[in-house]
T-cell receptor, first 114, second 113 residues
Framework: NAGVTQTPKFQVLKTGQSMTLQCAQD?????MSWYRQDPGMGLRLIHY???????DQGEVPNGYNVSRSTTEDFPLRLLSAAPSQTSVYFC?????????????FGPGTRLTVT | KNQVEQSPQSLIILEGKNCTLQCNYTVSPFSNLRWYKQDTGRGPVSLTIMTFSENTKSNGRYTATLDADTKQSSLHITASQLSDSASYIC????????????FGTGTRLQVTL
C-alpha cells in the first residue's frame, strides 16, 4: 500500500492563479481531510469528507474548494491564490470520522504564493 | 475555546539521554489524546492514542501519560537516538466533534552526538 499520496511536493504560484492539490489514498478509508500547517500554529482543518459525494467545511475553508467523487481521491482547489495561502498542506485519511481511529497523513505540499 | 499548549517549544539533548515533553489542554468534553511525531518535510505519524480511562501507554522507547483530572499529558523518550530528532505534536479530540482535532504547535526535539 502506498498509503496517502500528495502531489505536487512543491509549488510556487502568483497571486490570483488557481491550482489543484491532489490527494489519494489506497486504504479504502471513508474519512479524508485537508489541513494547513503554518509556523507557530497547530494544524488547522480546511475541509473534510466522510465519504464519496459528501464534504464539509473545517476551521479555515475560505479560498478553498473540495470535491469527493471517489473514495480514493480528495483534491483541494485554490480558486484565486493569495499570499496568505502560503503554507504546507497535508491530506489525511481515516477509516471513520470517529476520532479514535488512526489518521494517516500524506507527505505534504509546500505552497508559496508570491 | 479548545486549546492545546506544549512545552518546551524546543529542546536539545545528547544521544542516549532521556527527555520529557509536556502537553496541557482545555478541550472539553475530552475524548482522546494523541502524540504524533513529525520528521522535517514529512507528515505527522501517530505514536500513541489514549482515551479517558488510560493513564499510560508505550510504543517502544516512547511512553505517554495522561492525567485527565489536571488535563495534562507527557511524552517520555528513553535512551534517545539521532532518529528521534523531529517535532512532537500533541492532539486532543472532544466528544461530538469527531471532525475536528485540536493540534498543539509541537515541541522541536534535536538529538545530538
Amino acid at each position: 500500500n502506498a498509503g496517502v499520496t500528495q502531489t505536487p511536493k512543491f509549488q510556487v504560484l502568483k497571486t490570483g492563479q488557481s491550482m489543484t492539490l491532489q490527494c489519494a489514498q489506497d486504504m479504502n478509508h471513508e474519512y479524508m481531510s485537508w489541513y494547513r500547517q503554518d509556523p507557530g500554529m497547530g494544524l488547522r482543518l480546511i475541509h473534510y469528507s466522510v465519504g464519496a459525494g459528501i464534504t464539509d467545511q473545517g476551521e479555515v475553508p475560505n479560498g478553498y474548494n473540495v470535491s469527493r467523487s471517489t473514495t480514493e481521491d480528495f483534491p483541494l482547489r485554490l480558486l484565486s491564490a493569495a499570499p496568505s495561502q502560503t503554507s504546507v498542506y497535508f491530506c489525511a485519511s481515516s477509516y471513520s470520522r470517529d476520532s479514535t481511529y488512526e489518521q494517516y497523513f500524506g507527505p505534504g505540499t509546500r505552497l508559496t504564493v508570491t | 475555546k479548545n486549546q492545546v499548549e506544549q512545552s518546551p517549544q524546543s529542546l536539545i539533548i545528547l544521544e542516549g539521554k532521556n527527555c520529557t515533553l509536556q502537553c496541557n489542554y482545555t478541550v472539553s468534553p475530552f475524548s482522546n489524546l494523541r502524540w504524533y511525531k513529525q520528521d522535517t518535510g514529512r507528515g505527522p505519524v501517530s505514536l500513541t492514542i489514549m482515551t479517558f480511562s488510560e493513564n499510560t501507554k508505550s510504543n517502544g522507547r516512547y511512553t505517554a501519560t495522561l492525567d485527565a483530572d489536571t488535563k495534562q499529558s507527557s511524552l517520555h523518550i528513553t535512551a534517545s537516538q539521532l532518529s528521534d530528532s523531529a517535532s512532537y505534536i500533541c492532539v486532543v479530540s472532544a466528544y461530538g466533534t469527531a471532525s475536528k482535532l485540536t493540534f498543539g504547535t509541537g515541541t522541536r526535539l534535536q538529538v545530538t552526538l
